[in-house]
């Protein structure tokens, strides 16, 4: 489409320039005056399409970071429902190890120790979940 009012822009000039060459009359000055005026307009046209298929392509891609933003938010909310788990079911470990005697004191400290690393990770993964939901 673009193609086509450039032609039709260059047929115009072209037009111009010859008349403009040959000494021309008034009515023919006011004839190129018209298609000048039609030919802004066209170009003006031209530029809204092209100024709103940009502004069609920046909202999707605002709508596609949003996406990936609640993408990202489950999937974080997902691994610190997960931490959670694993250090219920440790803890839980370590009370009926402790209770029936079964656990020796190496094992209660390996389980204490991963118990560490978890919270530790759900603590990172509760501030990455905090910066993404600023960002959104």
Known sequence: MKIGFIYIFLLLVSNVILCAQDGTT??????????????????????KKEKKGKKEARLGEVAKEVEKLKKEI??????????????????RKIEKGTDKGKLS???????RDKIEKLNTKLLKESKKLEKLERKK
Do not use: C, F, G, H
Request: negative net charge; glycine residues 0%; charged residues 50%.
């Open 26 to 47: 008034e009515s023919e000055n006011s004839v190129r005056k018209q298609e000048a005026r039609e030919l802004k307009a066209v170009r003006r046209e031209v530029d």
């Open 74 to 91: 489950s999937s974080t909310e997902k691994d610190i429902d997960k931490y959670e788990k694993q250090i219920k079911s440790l803890n």
């Open 105 to 111: 004191p190496n094992d209660i400290e390996r389980l």
